[in-house]
């Protein structure tokens, strides 16, 4: 996968609003979540070449989540998933919980 690397952070793409997810409605497409080229076109806001971008990239997949795409920078090595409610995308990280042992 083709990723950026930034100060030791990962750019992670996520779609926050309500509709429809970006990474969690397009399991097959793994590369979707981390897209280099992509990163550096939302960071940029031109969303016209976003869509156009996704579109070559992706022909098959899902882009309900497109408008709402941003960059989250996550610290190289960390263990995440992408939890999804309502189609607002979030970054869970592993050690972020708090477990009770009984």
């Keep these: 996968m083709n990723k950026l690397v930034k100060d030791g ?5 996520v779609s926050p609003g309500f509709g429809a997810g970006w990474y969690t409605w397009n399991y097959e497409y793994p590369d979707m979540l981390f897209d ?3 990163v550096d076109l939302v960071l940029k ?8 971008y996704a579109i070559v990239k992706w022909p098959d ?3 309900g989540g497109i408008g709402d795409l941003a960059v989250e920078w996550v610290d190289q090595g960390q263990q995440i998933k992408i939890n999804e ?3 607002s995308e979030s970054i869970e990280y592993r050690d972020s919980d708090d477990w009770i042992t009984v």
């Design 9 to 13: 952070k990962i750019a992670v793409l």
């Design 36 to 38: 280099s080229g992509l």
């Design 45 to 52: 806001g031109n969303k016209e070449q976003i869509l156009a």
């Design 61 to 63: 997949a899902y882009l």
């Design 85 to 87: 409610y309502d189609g």
